[in-house]
């Protein structure tokens, strides 16, 4: 294992929120994570999927910005205990070929959306080894708008972003969120023999989430990720989820400089 030296601390110590810029200036990383996870939100099928791993990013002070893949970041610390970010992405594409066993036949394929993200954290103690926080992603109406409350503890004493990271969650979605993953239309009921589901905003799911980062050399990194969530009786009473949950497992080696 290595450590950073005093004046290349990254922004945040927590694992789920990597600084590659050594402190300050640019940073660049470059890597491959494979995934296994549900086929689609609501899946009983599973499968592997390999994502080619590509950040860009540049320091100064306490602001971090950072490109990485389809998702463009602001991360701040105004104050030693606190952490904010805004971001600006894509949430992912669903067709009807994402179900081998013809599970999504006759339903309306989803496109990207455009969403903007906010998100606010306050930790217990400046070591950031427990904290709080909030997220709120928002698009158009064919995204609607989806949140999530969450608590976390960073595990060990390391400041260089190394080592494991928990935290539980949960999330809230209105009705456009909602029936963008579980709801069926008429059309789409008539035309998938599938009953006709129209949910309404509220609760979605309760979840933890694990994330580990391990430095190899002082260039190389290895990132593990485990994540499950339960989801709410109004998603399990829609025909699209043949799973009670949602569960990813992830390992990427990583490659900054």
Same mark, same amino acid.
């Given at each position: ?9 990254? $922004? ?19 890597? @491959? ?6 086929? &689609? ?12 791993? $590509? ?51 006759? $339903? ?52 260089? &972003? ?15 969120? $909602? ?16 009953? !006709? ?21 002082? &260039?190389? *990194? ?6 499950? !969530? ?5 998603? *399990? ?14 390992? @990427? ?5």
């Amino acid at each position: 294992m290595t450590d950073q030296a005093e004046d290349e601390a990254p $922004l945040f110590p927590l694992p789920f929120t990597p600084d590659f810029t050594r402190g300050g200036g640019w940073g660049f990383a470059l890597g @491959a994570g494979i995934e296994f996870e549900n086929a &689609y939100a609501g899946s009983d099928e599973y499968g592997f999927e390999v994502d080619p791993v $590509l950040a860009v990013q540049w320091r100064t002070g306490n602001h971090l910005f950072s490109w990485e893949g389809l998702e463009l970041s602001w991360t701040t610390r105004p104050a030693d205990q606190w952490y904010f970010q805004v971001d600006l992405g894509f949430d992912g594409e669903r067709e009807e070929s994402d179900s081998d066993d013809g599970r999504l036949n006759g $339903l309306e394929e989803l496109d990207d959306e455009f969403t903007g993200t906010a998100e606010v954290r306050y930790a217990f103690d400046p070591e950031w080894r427990n904290y709080v926080g909030t997220r709120v992603s928002v698009g158009d109406e064919d995204f609607g708008a989806l949140g999530f409350v969450f608590v976390g503890h960073r595990f060990g004493d390391r400041q260089d &972003y190394g080592g494991t990271e928990a935290f539980l969650f949960a999330t809230f979605a209105d009705s456009n969120n $909602l029936n963008r993953d579980f709801g069926i239309s008429m059309s789409e009921s008539a035309m998938s023999g599938l009953a !006709q589901t129209d949910l309404g905003g509220g609760y979605r799911s309760a979840g933890v989430r694990l994330v580990d980062r391990r430095f190899v050399t002082d &260039y190389m *990194q290895v990132v593990s990720g485990f994540e499950f !969530q339960y989801f709410g009786n109004n998603v *399990q009473d829609s025909p699209i989820a043949r799973e009670d949950f949602a569960l990813e497992v992830e390992l @990427a080696l990583v490659f900054n400089f």
